[in-house]
């Protein structure tokens, strides 16, 4: 079975968020970045078919230079190998159809996407990938068994959980769940060193339209200051109630 992990390249959630020009782009000065957390759940699933059903697991990713380290860090925990799309992944279309060509070309059975990227919480690659290819699709993927080709999956919904059975070639978009978190895996020196000698391809990206643009980013409003009111004040805590709140 040949597997391909889908890695984002997202800031750490303890960096501090800055935009630049007009706040129309993301100030990448000073920021850390890591694995998307719903694709290291996916990776952390993939080795496991690779322990145990002998799959063979690539990692992809669409950027430039820059992110190479990220895809070094999956080699790392345990993929086979790595291939870089040359470009800058500026909306979520033209992602797909990078991702689509890598697949088609590779020909991998299983497919394994976050449900959504940590940075713009777009949740809409996996699927655009397969409208393209018109792989089954399953999203919000909880749980995933594979035995041949015959797939059983879990996938939260509202309200609940579903089961689902399906069939390879198949794409998902996992999420937390897919495995739990003491089972995901920091990478030892032996995987540092080993992962130096594995490939990391690099290819150009195909002709693809970029449909949407960022106009502006606005970051949430900040707190206004705590109203402290006296305990024997109550004409004037529901004043403020009635007048400034308006919840009442």
């Given at each position: 079975?040949?597997?391909?992990?889908?890695?984002?390249?997202?800031?750490d959630?303890?960096?501090k968020?800055?935009f630049?020009?007009?706040?129309?782009?993301?100030?990448?000065?000073?920021?850390q970045?890591?694995?998307?957390?719903?694709?290291?759940?996916g990776?952390?699933?993939?080795?496991?078919?690779?322990?145990?059903?002998?799959?063979?697991?690539?990692?992809?990713n669409?950027?430039?230079p820059?992110?190479?380290?990220?895809?070094?860090?999956?080699?790392?925990?345990?993929?086979?190998?790595?291939?870089?799309?040359?470009?800058t992944?500026t909306d979520?279309?033209?992602?797909?159809?990078q991702?689509?060509?890598?697949?088609?070309?590779?020909?991998?059975?299983?497919?394994?996407?976050?449900k959504?990227?940590?940075?713009?919480?777009?949740?809409?690659?996996?699927?655009?990938i397969?409208?393209?290819?018109?792989?089954?699709?399953?999203?919000?993927?909880?749980s995933?068994?594979?035995?041949g080709?015959?797939v059983?999956?879990?996938?939260?919904?509202?309200?609940?959980?579903?089961?689902?059975?399906?069939?390879l070639?198949?794409?998902?978009?996992?999420?937390?769940g897919?495995?739990?978190?003491?089972?995901?895996?920091i990478?030892?020196?032996?995987?540092i060193?080993t992962?130096?000698?594995k490939?990391?391809?690099?290819?150009e990206?195909i002709?693809?339209p970029?449909?949407?643009?960022?106009v502006?980013?606005e970051?949430?409003a900040?707190?206004s200051?705590?109203?402290?009111?006296?305990s024997d004040?109550?004409?004037?805590l529901?004043?403020?109630?009635?007048?400034?709140a308006?919840v009442?």
């Amino acid at each position: 079975m040949k597997i391909l992990v889908c890695i984002s390249h997202v800031p750490d959630t303890t960096s501090k968020i800055n935009f630049t020009n007009g706040d129309s782009e993301f100030d990448t000065n000073g920021v850390q970045y890591v694995i998307n957390p719903n694709d290291e759940f996916g990776l952390t699933r993939a080795i496991w078919f690779q322990e145990k059903q002998g799959a063979t697991v690539t990692v992809v990713n669409v950027g430039g230079p820059e992110t190479e380290p990220t895809l070094r860090k999956a080699l790392a925990i345990g993929a086979n190998e790595a291939i870089r799309v040359n470009a800058t992944a500026t909306d979520g279309f033209f992602v797909a159809k990078q991702l689509a060509d890598v697949i088609k070309n590779g020909e991998y059975d299983l497919v394994i996407a976050g449900k959504e990227s940590l940075d713009y919480n777009g949740g809409m690659v996996p699927g655009m990938i397969s409208g393209i290819l018109g792989y089954n699709f399953i999203n919000s993927c909880t749980s995933l068994t594979i035995d041949g080709s015959a797939v059983t999956a879990i996938r939260e919904i509202d309200g609940g959980k579903e089961t689902v059975s399906t069939s390879l070639p198949l794409i998902i978009g996992g999420q937390k769940g897919l495995v739990e978190e003491k089972d995901l895996r920091i990478p030892n020196m032996r995987g540092i060193m080993t992962a130096r000698s594995k490939a990391l391809t690099i290819v150009e990206p195909i002709d693809a339209p970029v449909n949407t643009k960022a106009v502006k980013f606005e970051k949430p409003a900040p707190r206004s200051a705590v109203h402290l009111i006296s305990s024997d004040n109550l004409d004037e805590l529901i004043d403020l109630l009635h007048n400034e709140a308006k919840v009442i």
